[in-house]
């Protein structure tokens, strides 16, 4: 069974800076695309930066230039470092790993979710 755990989650200050990390279990292969999403107090549920297995990125306007990611493809890691930190970023951080797993003709969609990590920043 494919487990997804975040770490690194906290209470930093209006412009501190944390660094989020996500390490898989029970999976036999790279996963396609792996990436962060967060859900804010009273919020849906919002892509943050997503990662492919060849190393392209895409990021939420919101987090443009201060947000990178990155993954250790072999492990099935990925990580989040978050810069310049701003109160609107305060969510529960998830990890997810998605894709399509084929074989001969078959093929299955993969979608995993870690547990969440609480980041809280504060004015």
């Known amino acids: 069974q494919v487990q997804l755990v975040e770490s690194g989650g906290g209470s930093v200050q209006d412009g501190g800076s944390l660094k989020l990390s996500c390490v898989s279990s029970g999976s036999t292969i790279s996963f396609n695309t792996m990436g962060w999403y967060r859900q804010g107090p009273g919020k849906e549920r919002e892509m943050v930066a997503r990662?492919?297995?060849?190393?392209?990125?895409n990021y939420a306007d919101s987090v443009k230039g201060r947000f990178t990611i990155s993954r250790h493809s072999s492990a099935n890691t990925v990580y989040l470092e978050m810069d310049g930190l701003k109160p609107e970023d305060t969510a529960v951080y998830y990890c997810?790993?998605?894709?399509?797993?084929?074989?001969?003709?078959?093929?299955?969609?993969?979608?995993?979710w870690g547990q969440g990590t609480q980041v809280t920043v504060s004015s």
């Open positions: 997810n790993a998605a894709g399509l797993l084929t074989w001969g003709k078959s093929a299955r969609r993969y979608d995993y």
């Open positions: 990662i492919d297995a060849g190393g392209m990125t």
